[in-house]
């Protein structure tokens, strides 16, 4: 065969072989493209949830240890039990990474093997997996099994593996949880829920020894006025001593009133005044493991009440109903000879 002829030959043949494979591997025409490319976002796995953030009315946490509700009511985002304020930024960021997860992948269908991504049910009061769900004013927004997470060298993992409570294929999904199901982790631990600014007067009373009396001068200057013999007059050397301890006062649980046995006196009485002239009242009770305090508001008669004290409303109708917890060594810095 001449060279004209083999080139020839040879062409038809390489044609030949494009063709067929390009009819073998080719997409199908009928068939649509897949509902995620290269060159796109994964699915939402929620999405119409962002549009509907502003409707959530109640979200619930459970796994193993806990059970927690959390309802939106007039006075602001509240734990159902004892309507005790939460952290709303915190509640906003979880809304809103369950809102912006995404879709990765499909895993198993098969009921069998959702144990062992961590998807069933049962793995949420058995395992170390949570149920979110997110209530709307008529219906529910999202419901989901928050399982296993991907391995990951992140302190905080960006790939779970999840399922729709109502649906039977679970997901490999994109998105980052802030929080889990830890009840102090939601609630707004401080003590006084109160900003620097707002501080006038500290008069701290302990049995038997006297009475502490602080007054604000400016800013964060503050003076003691009178104070238990044998005590030492730290503020000059301190001067933010009051508003950095006060105001970073944590408690570390909420029980009912009803539930605590309390003594007849308390052994600490903290009253903070504000610039209003109103004030809170924190009586501290010694308890063999930690210290139990009950917080009350205190008012001025025949006065419209401060915008400091309507911002307080939430807390001072839970404090009605519940006491506080929190380590001994948190009044140290109080009432320190």
Same mark, same amino acid.
């Given at each position: 065969?001449?060279?004209?002829?083999?080139?020839?030959?040879?062409?038809?043949?390489?044609?030949?072989?494009?063709?067929?494979?390009?009819?073998?591997? @080719?997409? %199908? *025409?009928?068939? $649509?493209?897949?509902? #995620?490319?290269?060159?796109?976002?994964? &699915?939402?796995?929620?999405?119409? /949830?962002?549009?509907?953030?502003?409707?959530?009315?109640?979200?619930?946490?459970?796994?193993?240890?806990?059970?927690?509700?959390?309802?939106?009511?007039?006075?602001?985002?509240?734990?159902?039990?004892?309507?005790?304020?939460?952290?709303?930024?915190?509640?906003?960021?979880?809304?809103?990474?369950?809102?912006?997860?995404?879709?990765?992948?499909?895993?198993?269908?098969?009921?069998?093997?959702?144990?062992?991504?961590?998807?069933?049910?049962?793995?949420?009061?058995?395992?170390?997996?949570?149920?979110?769900?997110?209530?709307?004013?008529?219906?529910?927004?999202?419901?989901?099994?928050?399982?296993?997470?991907?391995?990951?060298?992140?302190?905080?993992?960006?790939?779970?593996?999840?399922? @729709?409570? %109502? *649906?039977?294929? $679970?997901?490999?999904? #994109?998105?980052?949880?802030?929080?889990? &199901?830890?009840?102090?982790?939601? /609630?707004?631990?401080?003590?006084?829920?109160?900003?620097?600014?707002?501080?006038?007067?500290?008069?701290?009373?302990?049995?038997?020894?006297?009475?502490?009396?602080?007054?604000?001068?400016?800013?964060?200057?503050?003076?003691?006025?009178?104070?238990?013999?044998?005590?030492?007059?730290?503020?000059?050397?301190?001067?933010?001593?009051?508003?950095?301890?006060?105001?970073?006062?944590?408690?570390?649980?909420?029980?009912?009133?009803?539930?605590?046995?309390?003594?007849?006196?308390?052994?600490?009485?903290?009253?903070?005044?504000?610039?209003?002239?109103?004030?809170?009242?924190?009586?501290?009770?010694?308890?063999?493991?930690?210290?139990?305090?009950?917080?009350?508001?205190?008012?001025?008669?025949?006065?419209?009440?401060?915008?400091?004290?309507?911002?307080?409303?939430?807390?001072?109708?839970?404090?009605?109903?519940?006491?506080?917890?929190?380590?001994?060594?948190?009044?140290?810095?109080?009432?320190?000879?």
């Amino acid at each position: 065969m001449s060279p004209a002829r083999n080139g020839l030959f040879f062409a038809v043949v390489v044609a030949a072989s494009l063709g067929f494979a390009y009819w073998l591997y @080719a997409p %199908d *025409a009928t068939q $649509s493209l897949p509902p #995620e490319s290269a060159t796109t976002a994964p &699915a939402l796995f929620y999405p119409d /949830l962002s549009s509907k953030l502003d409707q959530v009315t109640q979200m619930r946490v459970q796994s193993a240890e806990h059970d927690l509700r959390f309802v939106k009511t007039a006075l602001g985002w509240q734990e159902s039990q004892f309507h005790y304020p939460i952290r709303e930024k915190l509640l906003s960021s979880v809304l809103k990474a369950i809102a912006q997860m995404r879709k990765l992948e499909p895993k198993t269908s098969n009921p069998a093997f959702y144990t062992n991504i961590g998807v069933d049910e049962k793995d949420v009061k058995e395992a170390g997996s949570y149920r979110f769900s997110v209530q709307g004013q008529e219906k529910v927004l999202a419901d989901f099994l928050l399982g296993n997470a991907k391995e990951s060298r992140s302190e905080l993992p960006n790939q779970w593996f999840v399922r @729709a409570v %109502d *649906a039977p294929t $679970s997901w490999l999904v #994109e998105g980052k949880f802030p929080v889990r &199901a830890d009840l102090n982790r939601w /609630l707004d631990t401080r003590v006084f829920p109160l900003q620097g600014a707002d501080l006038a007067k500290l008069v701290v009373r302990q049995d038997g020894v006297g009475d502490l009396v602080m007054a604000r001068q400016e800013a964060n200057q503050w003076k003691v006025v009178s104070m238990p013999k044998g005590f030492q007059d730290q503020s000059k050397d301190q001067p933010e001593m009051i508003d950095a301890n006060l105001l970073r006062i944590e408690f570390t649980d909420l029980v009912a009133r009803s539930s605590v046995k309390l003594k007849d006196k308390p052994d600490w009485i903290v009253e903070l005044y504000l610039q209003s002239g109103e004030g809170l009242r924190l009586q501290v009770y010694d308890q063999p493991k930690s210290l139990v305090a009950v917080m009350s508001f205190l008012a001025l008669e025949g006065v419209a009440p401060s915008k400091t004290a309507i911002a307080l409303a939430p807390y001072v109708q839970a404090w009605k109903q519940v006491a506080l917890t929190f380590p001994k060594e948190e009044l140290k810095g109080l009432m320190q000879p």
